[in-house]
């Protein structure tokens, strides 16, 4: 079965940077875009940014732009999130998402969090 495990999560003060990983298994990683989300206490999870199958292109949220990166290592079934110049408005639990013939898997999240 598809699993989804996140890492990589942390406090850091604003300005610093953190990389989360998301290790995938039960599919053929390679064939699938991935995507990370998060969540914020009391808003819905929004997109945050995704990577093709061959990460060839990736698109990203305006209020990450130039600070975030994704990427992915298919022959390792992993993919990254880059975060650098955090903000306090970037604490979120950050989700790993794959989409996958109508059906949505999650991992279980990795908290961020963000000082002033």
């Known amino acids: 079965q598809v699993q989804l495990v996140e890492s990589g999560g942390g406090l850091v003060q604003a300005g610093g940077s953190l990389r989360l990983s998301c290790a995938a298994s039960?599919?053929?990683?390679?064939?699938?875009?991935m995507s990370w989300y998060r969540q914020a206490p009391g808003k819905e999870r929004e997109l945050v940014a995704a990577?093709?199958?061959?990460?060839?292109?990736?698109n990203y949220a305006d209020s990450v732009k130039g600070r975030f990166t994704i990427s992915r290592d298919n022959a390792k079934n992993t993919v990254f999130l880059q975060m650098e110049n955090l903000k306090p408005e970037d604490t979120a639990v950050y989700y790993c998402?794959?989409?996958?013939?109508?059906?949505?898997?999650w991992g279980q999240g990795t908290q961020v969090t963000v000082s002033s």
């Open positions: 039960g599919f053929t990683f390679s064939s699938y875009a």
């Open positions: 990577i093709t199958s061959a990460g060839g292109s990736t």
């Open positions: 998402n794959l989409d996958r013939w109508g059906a949505r898997y």
